[in-house]
């Protein structure tokens, strides 16, 4: 291991340009909260023929962003998970990728260029006659990227003209787009930086030296000479500019928002400074290291043979938990802006807004039965029948109550939760607003419950429909001519039931048509009422939506196959079909319908391993 990141080390010095990518932050972060920023990323050439030598295979590559990761693997599939993490479908093979604040751009098979994300500054929009690119690099709100020949093409975002090239800056071997600033090293190894210089980011020290890579954070900068020295300047109020005294030489160096990290001659990962989120904390047992990327507040490091991918620090998105095959699924749930989804093995999966960890599911959970999502906590009963509840408490609606004995089904609405006993009792704890969480006296044996933002509805063994709670727009207001009623769903300020005919009645607010049950809907198999839409399964196992579709969550997606389950969540949904494949869609801004799936792991039927083209 030792012989490899020495000859690194050895490329380095001899100035062989390596292909880098630097992202940093958004703004200057409260300590309390993360925000959606841009990162630092930095990876090793693999196209040098002395490297590739030392392995059988190319090897993966990461790159962490504010809050959001991405992975290429061995054969160049692209895999991101976190906000907003959607990768279009047509990309195909890629060779290099940086995420940005809000944006990720990727370099293809053939060097075309490829950005998608937010675009409020233009940061997305690739610029036309780009040409052949060898790098790219997406910063805050703006990006850079490298052409074949050296030159540097930067856009997007230029309050501070940080996407404004010097005129005579010379051919460049890297490029690093910070938040507000840019760095590029050239060819000769000279550093130049430009851009918002507040803490003296932008202001290169004058006995710096030849460098051979540099890294642009939020608002600190820092650079490898080519003897293998890390020197950091700008910014230092979490110590992120403090280079540790025996540090010794490294090969790698990256940038966070408060945080930098730099991989050794040896292979061994060091991190300093940090904002509070363990983003600086290396796992005692991560082992030898061939890559990593910092992030905002989280670290992602891949092992020297690439088969082993770690992160950590902030996972208010899941942008540290690392996704697995789900497989096929046997049941799905959607929150306001998680998902959770059942596999076949029973084994529970969650992703999306983790914010309070209620994506997390505990390790010693075991086979689950049945899940069921709040606005910010989880709820899961196991196979004997136990509860298991985690993620935000404010009310104690994660507190499961410790007398409630075995459960059939279990509800979790926005604040409060009601499970179903084997024995047909309904208990709900939690927030108690509008007395939802106060079960009627009268009720008596219950057969299925739903929890909603602020109502609750129950059925009874004998098929009547009781609802509670607070009232707006009708919502607990049960219709007269309803009669009995199979299955309902409680959705954030209105009610759907499928009547004993299989017909199916909505009511409550129907501002966004979300009660509006389309009069050719015909019979229905089950109903899931959403934020504002409404998702209904047909008798034939067709799928049909109606109410908000602001994000895309009312358009159902073509060649679905027949339906088994629905969930509609706050602003997106999720199906199980019959064959147990779950399609997920809407709203992504905290990655609730990226679907996950093992990044590392080739898929498809070719599964030969890319190797990218050394274009310069």
Known sequence: MRRIFMLLLMIVGLGVPLLLTSLTSLAAPPVHEPLASAATQTVIDLHSHAIRDLSSTDLPQVSAGGDRTCVINRAGQLSCWGASSEVPSDLGAVSQVSVGGGHICAVTANGALRCWGANGNGQAEVPGHLGVV?????????????????????????????????????????????????????????????????????????????????????????????????RCWGANGFEQSSVPVNLGPVVQVNTGSGHTCAVTTEGMLRCWGGAGYGESAVPADLGVVFQMSTGSYHTCALTIDGSTLSCWGANGSGQATIPGDLGTVSQVSAGAAHTCAVAADGLLHCWGWNKYGQTEVPVDLGAVSQVSLGGAYTCAVMARGTVRCWGYNEWGQ???????????????????????????????????????????????????????????????????????????????????????????????????????????????????????????????????????????????????????????????????????????????????????????????????????????????????????????
């Open 134 to 230: 060898s790098q790219v690099n997406a910063g805050g709100e703006h990006t850079c990227a490298v052409t074949m020949d050296g030159a540097l093409r930067c856009w997007g975002r230029n309050n501070d003209a940080q996407a404004t090239v010097p005129s005579d800056l010379s051919a460049v071997s890297q490029v690093s787009a910070g938040n507000r600033h840019t760095c590029a090293v050239t060819l000769a190894g000279a550093l130049r930086c430009w851009g918002w210089n507040e803490y003296g980011q932008v202001t290169v020290p004058g006995d710096l030296g030849a460098v051979s890579q540099a890294s642009a954070g939020f608002g600190h900068t820092c650079a490898v000479t080519r003897s293998g020295t890390v």
């Open 398 to 616: 994660a507190e499961v109550p410790g007398d409630l004995g075995a459960v059939s089904q279990i509800s979790a609405g926005g604040s409060h939760a009601c499970a179903l006993t084997t024995t047909g009792n309904l208990r709900c704890w939690g927030n108690n607003s509008y007395g939802k969480a106060t079960v009627p006296s009268d009720l008596g044996a219950v057969s299925q419950v739903s929890a909603g933002d602020h109502h609750t509805c129950a059925l009874t063994a004998r098929g009547a429909l009781r609802c509670w709670g607070s009232n707006s727009y009708g919502k607990v207001t049960v219709p007269d001519d309803l009669g009995a009623v199979s299955q309902v769903s409680v959705g954030a300020n209105h009610t759907c039931a499928i009547g004993a005919i299989r017909t199916l009645h909505c009511w409550g607010e129907n501002t966004l048509g979300q009660a509006t049950v389309p009069t050719d809907l015909g019979l229905v198999s089950q109903v899931s009422a959403g934020g504002g839409h409404t998702a209904a399964v047909k008798a034939d196992g067709t799928l049909r939506y109606w109410g908000q579709n602001e994000a895309g969550q009312a358009t159902v997606p073509e060649d679905l196959g027949a339906i088994s389950q629905v969930r509609a969540g706050g602003a997106h949904t999720c199906v199980v079909t019959t064959k147990g494949t779950l399609h997920c869609w809407g709203r992504n801004s905290s990655g609730q319908t990226t679907i996950p799936r093992d990044p590392l792991r080739v898929t498809g039927r070719d599964e030969r391993v890319y190797v990218p083209v050394l274009r310069r």
